[in-house]
């Protein structure tokens, strides 16, 4: 056995294959021991796990990273650290940068930030160039660099052909294009969700149908090409209902829920705090039971945080001139299991957070890489420690990512990532970023 580094101690470890109490000794950036009594090796550290689960770490299908372009708002290095603090041990870059994650030149870069950052950086392509909707980006260049997932989120694409186009090349390259579902001529100036509060408000909204139109559409394309698809953010029941019955059908599609839409409507938009503005807006009450009840029952596969921070000059302008986007990577677990509990496991929801999530960018050890587990001899130390028992209050001056604009400031949470391993280094004990 390689000489140990690192010894987690005490707790019970939870992957796709069950749950047991085990130790877990990481030598290098490997397990190379799971089970109970493992003796501490000589000039190992110990990570306690006392009354913690130890799991997979989490992945993030959708995080913001804001570089290159916006550095004032995240850069990979900040939102890496945030995602460490949240028991990320990868997260996917989305690609709209300033420039676009569009060619392989800005791809490489990325990339290479994400080398140092603290989980691993996979990068999102764009779909078209500039994400402009009008031509395809060099999805076989960007392709060749290891990237599988595509998306020109932010905005969808809104010409069928192109999309459809786009669906050809990912299936004879073998990737996976996910959809920001949105079409832009029934979205167009809707500053929240379309509905009761949008008429109390009197703001414009955007109805629940440019959402679950674009959706039907994709749907269609699937069908017809049979090429993977993922759909980011999905915010409202009609949404579930067609994911529902295009699994029962046996197309190849995946979704992804955020916690926002879990756990907040529409009301909270009373308040004209454009910390509550994002996109897809958030919804009705019926709409967050269905995505609950979703969750509960797998029609959806992962919870991503669509982490967006952005810059206070910038958030704190008036509701209708602010940007779209709240943080998530740093209170994604608790805010999601405060709002399902009762309706599912914790390990499932964690199957959620890590595995399913890893199938679908393609990052788990089936597919060639290193996320998702199962926790066992000879796979990567990627590990997340959680101490389901510790509470804790959401402080936005606290957070480690550069920018403030959580809508969960006050709020009181239930678990706690304790400690995060990503590829053998302990990036976070007891709750505190290590570099
Ligand atoms: O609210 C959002 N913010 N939704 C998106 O799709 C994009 C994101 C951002 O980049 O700020």
Known sequence: MPEADLLIRGGTVVDAHGERRADVLVAGSEIVAVGEGIELPHGVRVLEAGGCLVAPGLVDLHSHLREPGDEVAETVETGSRAAALGGYTAVVAMPNTEPAIDNPSVARDVLELGRKALCE???????????????????????????????????????????????????????????????????????????????????VGQPALAEEAMLARDLALVRLTRSAMHFLHLSTAGSVDLVSAAKAEGLPVTAEVTPHHLALT????????????????????????ALRNALASGVV??????????????????????????????????????AVTGRMSFAALLGAFSWQPARVARLDRAAGGRQGGPVEVGAPANLVVWDQSAGWSVDPAKLASRSRNTPYGGWDLTGRVRHTVHEGEAVVIDAKAQR
């Open 301 to 338: 596969d992962a919870v991503a945080t669509d982490h967006a921070p952005h810059a206070p000059e910038l958030k704190e302008r008036p509701f209708d001139e602010a940007p779209p986007g709240m943080l998530g990577l740093e209170t994604a677990l608790a805010v999601t299991w405060k």
């Open 266 to 289: 529409d009301a909270a938009v009373a308040s004209y705090d454009p910390v509550f503005k994002v996109n897809p807006p958030l919804r009705t009450e019926r709409d967050v039971e």
């Open 121 to 203: 950086v996979a990068v999102a392509g764009a779909i078209t160039i500039g994400r402009a909707g009008d031509s395809l980006a060099p999805l076989g260049e960007l392709a060749a660099l290891g990237i599988q997932i595509f998306t020109d989120d932010g905005a969808g694409v809104q010409d069928a052909s192109l999309m459809r186009q786009a669906l050809e090349y990912a299936s004879d390259l073998g990737v996976v294009l996910a959809e920001h579902c949105q079409d832009d001529s029934l979205a167009a100036g809707g500053q929240m969700h379309e509905g009761a509060w949008s008429s109390r408000l009197g703001m």
